[in-house]
């Protein structure tokens, strides 16, 4: 059994950043693959990062490459997404994810709203 907490969450104004935490508790954490989700008002859920147990595998979705960096630190289980540059379509819920296609937990989610 793994739980995700997302913080960090919160207004930014456009071209602004925010860094995303995802605390994790299970004794399995370091075995699973990670990642971020997020969804949008009136919009289903989309995939936007994510990190293999190890960190040595990584991939993005193309509307954030090059923008947003996701990590973790196995150690503390903790799970990051920073988002740099950010624009008003990156208005979402944002989820933290233990698994990858399928995603076994999820977390209850953190808002990031980005004004222009």
């Known amino acids: 059994q793994v739980q995700l907490v997302e913080s960090g969450g919160g207004l930014v104004q456009a071209g602004g950043s925010l860094r995303l935490s995802c605390a994790a508790s299970g004794r399995t954490f370091s075995t699973y693959a990670m990642g971020w989700f997020r969804q949008a008002p009136g919009k289903e859920r989309e995939f936007v990062a994510d990190i293999s147990w190890s960190g040595g595998a990584i991939v993005y979705a193309d509307s954030v490459k090059g923008r947003f960096t996701i990590s973790r630190d196995n150690a503390k289980k903790m799970v990051y997404l920073q988002m740099n540059s950010l624009k008003p379509e990156d208005t979402a819920v944002y989820y933290c994810?233990?698994?990858?296609?399928?995603?076994?937990?999820w977390g209850k989610g953190t808002l990031v709203t980005v004004s222009s």
């Open positions: 994810a233990a698994g990858i296609d399928p995603v076994d937990y």
